[in-house]
């Protein structure tokens, strides 16, 4: 999946605080274990793709995070010896020995699960609705070369998608069993690097070094004003920010897996769970001047 321009409110933002809102959600996300809060970091992150035009991205992502969430929740069952509460018993088995499988260790894996989902779906967010050439001139002046050979490789996923596909027909063609998917991406991904490198310092030799001078000199004459949209998600991450700090010291969203479960859902957690929605969306409700 690449970034595509799209009318909407988080891609009429200037790059570094819409890196700033995807970072502080993903934040939330790593710090809170309640699976109410989880949950609401899940619907915020969907109905943010949905309000900036790319929900259908989201939804394909959907198709790696879903197993994956299951795949993280089934190991830690099936592995964690921690927990009180047995649920199932599976015996004595071959190299692991007596396995019991504990509603603690099936619930934290499920968390577990859902919070490698939840990234997974924000770095979709952040690939297709933050422009990666804004995120160049952002990081330009500490490593230009760096910035560029980043943001090539960024672009560069369809053109390996497109290579793959080519890869999977030539092999086809020939006679013998054809290539899994492990040996195709091996061989599309080998040299990506590499030709992000070589892009980088062809276009670098072509002129991007004497413009790299002048936007260095212009940055010092001129900076773009701040629109309502740069101020709405600016506010909104510093209020996920503090609103994440004050669940964690007050106590709010409590979660304990071992060796008892104790994950209550109570008013303080709902309120926190509706707070951080709600801060996350309003900068989507102003639509006034972002891009047809």
Do not use: K
Request: charged residues 15%; hydrophobic residues 50%; positive net charge.
């Amino acid at each position: 999946m690449s970034y595509e321009r799209r009318p909407g409110p988080l891609q009429a933002t200037r790059a570094a605080v819409a890196i700033l809102w995807c970072l502080t959600l993903a934040a939330v996300a790593l710090t809170e274990s309640n699976p109410v809060m989880l949950g609401a970091v899940t619907v915020t992150v969907m109905a943010s793709g949905i309000l900036a035009g790319v929900g259908r991205q989201l939804a394909n992502s959907l198709r790696f995070a879903i197993p994956l969430c299951l795949t993280i929740a089934l190991i830690n069952a099936l592995v964690t010896r921690n927990g009180l509460t047995v649920i199932w018993r599976f015996g004595d088995l071959p190299l692991v020995g007596q396995t019991n499988v504990t509603l603690e260790a099936t619930v934290y894996g499920a968390v577990l699960g859902l919070r490698a989902a939840v990234l997974l779906l924000i770095g979709t967010l952040y690939s297709v609705a933050v422009d990666p050439d804004e995120v160049l001139r952002l990081f330009r002046n500490l490593s230009f070369s760096s910035a560029l050979s980043a943001t090539i490789a960024t672009r560069m996923v369809p053109v390996l998608m497109r290579d793959s596909r080519r890869l999977a027909d030539a092999q086809r063609c020939r006679a013998g069993r054809p290539p899994s998917r492990t040996q195709l991406m091996r061989a599309t991904t080998a040299g990506v690097l590499d030709r992000a490198l070589d892009v980088a310092a062809t276009l670098e030799v072509r002129g991007y070094g004497a413009a790299r001078q002048r936007a260095r000199g212009r940055l010092h004459h001129h900076h773009d004003p701040w629109s309502r949209h740069d101020l709405g998600f600016l506010a909104s991450a510093l209020a996920m920010l503090a609103l994440a700090i004050g669940v964690q010291l007050a106590g709010w969203a409590p979660f304990v897996a071992y060796p008892l479960l104790r994950a209550p859902a109570g008013a303080s957690t709902l309120g926190a769970a509706l707070l951080l929605v709600v801060f996350a969306l309003t900068p989507f409700a102003d639509r006034r001047g972002v891009m047809r």
